[in-house]
């Protein structure tokens, strides 16, 4: 095997065995920035060793062996004094050999746990939202500082710093590596569903950029979700963001043209959604209905959208029960942007004179200030209404709010049909 390729294997086993071992090495030293530095000194010694004595049987384990050869070198240094430290020297004199049974046993015992402890360590309430999702990609994802800020397009410097910051800041907060409490799960949960939510979001629709998505951020996203879900089987809210993921992951290839442009909902080719998607998606809604006697908001809005992965054509979605379940949405968890989007399926239901009367309740709503999206439904409905002089205007406001190139391309053709005195497409 040649030196190239036994660093793409490398790369591959990395991004693979990463996470369980930081995960496992976390749970020994009980310091997320330590477990990280020592599993990447492992791969460092990967590099060094593998292209001259090849690829060991099981790698992962080899990996977290040569890690722990390396916190015992700095326990010895005296670096880490206390009396834990010193067990858990006496404990990996032990495990002194490479690719041992006790090794590779090591690996696989309380990994489940020890996964759900990093999760829960890297989307910690004390470190910011935007140090939250950099920590979790790192850790988690096994990206490196560059991926992360390219799928950002944030400055490399920036991301480094955070992760830097985040992992001082964990360490100075004392922050346990361990799975909260009955009394706080809930609320770190949430924290947790909302960092993967994020990573999705921004994969599936960029905030700013030539791009209109960015797949392998949904991937990564995807990927957490379904292992988060495998962790806490009996959370319905974990179940819902997968179903909901799924479904909306269903339908990437349909929203861009061959030229990369934005494709709208109603104007996709619903043959173009990817059905295994849609049925994953379906499958976890049916566990968390069957976990939970209410839905909760993740499972509200992928309970929207089984509605539109169900209907083989736009015509026959059911417009009704998507307008219900959003009024549920909205009292469960209210917020501006679930208004806005429930304006737009009233609209449908009712008529856009109805959409826009909650569209209008919105203008003055300071969060939704610079919110590209609001004088863009705003536009559509005043195209619907035949009001094309304010649509035009909307769609102009809209564009110039957008960060996203394809984007603000998009919204500057509907302003010019409205222009023309032609409704835009829906």
């Known amino acids: 095997m040649t030196d190239s390729a036994i660093h793409r294997t490398i790369d591959a086993v990395w991004r693979m065995e990463s996470a369980k071992i930081i995960a496992g090495l976390a749970r020994l030293v009980r310091d997320v920035g330590l477990a990280e530095d020592l599993a990447q000194d492992a ?47 006496r404990e990996l004199e032990a495990q002194r050999e490479f690719a041992t049974p006790d090794i590779v046993a090591a690996l696989d015992d309380d990994i489940g746990d020890d996964l759900l402890r990093l999760v829960f360590t890297a989307c910690h309430p004390v470190l910011s939202t935007e140090a939250r999702v950099a920590l979790t990609l790192r850790l988690l994802g096994g990206l490196t500082t560059d991926e992360i800020a390219r799928a950002f397009l944030v400055p490399e410097p920036t991301i480094a710093q955070r992760i830097v910051r985040a992992k001082r800041t964990l360490a100075e907060a004392r922050v346990p590596f361990e799975v909260p409490r009955a009394s706080e799960f809930d609320t770190r949960l949430s924290s947790v569903l909302e960092v993967v939510y994020l990573v999705f979001n921004e994969g599936y629709s960029a905030t700013a950029g030539a791009d209109w998505m960015r797949p392998a951020l949904c991937e990564e996203a995807l990927r957490l979700g379904r292992i988060l879900a495998e962790l806490v089987p009996k959370e319905p809210e974990a179940h819902g963001l997968v179903a909901l993921m799924e479904i909306q992951a269903s339908r990437m290839r349909a929203r861009t043209s061959p030229t990369g442009e934005p494709v709208p909902l109603f104007e996709q080719d619903r043959a173009r959604w990817d059905q295994l998607l849609i049925r994953r998606g379906l499958a976890a809604l049916a566990r968390a209905e069957a976990l939970g006697e209410t839905l909760g908001p993740y499972a509200l809005q992928a309970a929207i959208t089984a509605c539109h992965a169900r209907a083989r054509v736009k015509e026959e979605t059911d417009w009704a029960r998507i307008v219900a379940l959003y009024d549920a949405l909205a009292q469960l968890m209210p917020s501006p942007v679930v208004e806005l989007n429930r304006a737009v399926a009233v609209s449908i239901v009712f008529g856009p004179a109805a959409g826009l009367e909650i569209v209008d309740e919105l203008i003055s709503e300071p969060s939704l200030k610079a919110y590209h999206l609001l004088p863009s439904v705003r536009g559509d409905l005043l195209a619907k209404l035949g009001r094309n002089d304010e649509a035009r205007a909307e769609f102009e406001r809209a564009a110039a709010l957008t960060r996203n190139v394809r984007e603000r391309t998009l919204l500057l053709k509907r302003a010019a049909a409205c222009a023309q005195g032609s409704a835009p497409p829906e």
């Not at 590099?47 to 916190?71: C, F």
């Open 43 to 89: 791969m460092v010694t990967a590099l060094e060793q593998w292209p001259e004595k090849g690829v060991p049987d099981n790698p992962g384990a080899w990996l977290m062996a040569a890690a722990k050869y390396r916190a015992i070198d700095r326990l010895r240094r005296g670096k880490l004094q206390e009396r834990k430290h010193e067990e858990l020297t």
